[in-house]
T-cell receptor
């Protein structure tokens, strides 16, 4: 079966760094997305990886290892507004998105 | 204003009633999607449309129907609502179907079926 695993909840301190992990098992692989979703709002795009390695975009970076079926989202210099859920989604061989349940990130002052 | 709109924002519905959730996008995207989001579960695809005039079933299509008469609109209908359909419903679109394009989401409809 197809499966995306990510931690349910994480807590971090303002100004610190946090890494949110995601492991995936999908039939075929055509890339992995990270989305951010604030409470009561729609998901918004953060990053897309299809090749191995780290992609940096400001305070946010995303890493992919295809051989390990593993990705992580790295958030630096955490701000209170980063409190949100972070959704990992893998694209399978049919180009359908398989979504994880999301990781709720709580930022404390 | 470019983007996706959904209506209504929220709705309380008696079981057995028929309900249509509306979704409109003005980005001229070819592909559109309907998801439901439940606590503790990932977004689950209900139905999708790769282009106007075509639709397909997603992971959880039972009890729902869609139509795609034109590029902009993609309504979702619950023919006879049941309490298990209580959820937050998101409509999304992407420029090209079957591709790795980013999906853009509407603000969601919170539906409660009693």
């Amino acid at each position: 079966g197809q499966n995306i695993d990510q931690p349910t909840e994480m807590t971090a301190t303002e100004g610190a760094i946090v890494q949110i992990n995601c492991t995936y098992q999908t039939s075929g692989f055509n890339g992995l997305f990270w989305y951010q979703q604030h409470a009561g709002e729609a998901p918004t795009f953060l990053s897309y990886n299809v090749l191995d390695g780290l992609e940096e975009k400001g305070r946010f970076s995303s890493f992919l290892s295809r051989s390990k079926g593993y990705s992580y989202l790295l958030l630096k210099e955490l701000q209170m507004k980063d409190s949100a859920s972070y959704l990992c989604a893998s694209i399978d061989s049919n180009y359908q998105l398989i979504w994880g349940a999301g990781t709720k990130l709580i930022i404390k002052p | 204003i470019a983007g996706i709109t959904q209506a209504p924002t929220s709705q309380i519905l008696a079981a057995g009633r028929r309900m249509t959730l509306r979704c409109t996008q003005d980005m001229r995207h070819n592909a559109m999607y309907w998801y439901r989001q439940d606590l503790g579960l990932g977004l689950r695809l209900i139905h999708y449309s790769n282009t106007a005039g075509t639709t397909g079933k997603g992971e959880v299509p039972d009890g729902y129907s869609v139509s795609r008469a034109n590029t902009d609109d993609f309504p979702l209908t619950l023919a006879s609502a049941v309490p298990s359909q209580t959820s937050v419903y998101f409509c999304a679109s992407s420029p090209i179907a079957g591709d790795t394009d980013t999906q853009y989401f509407g603000p969601g409809t919170r539906l409660t079926v009693l």
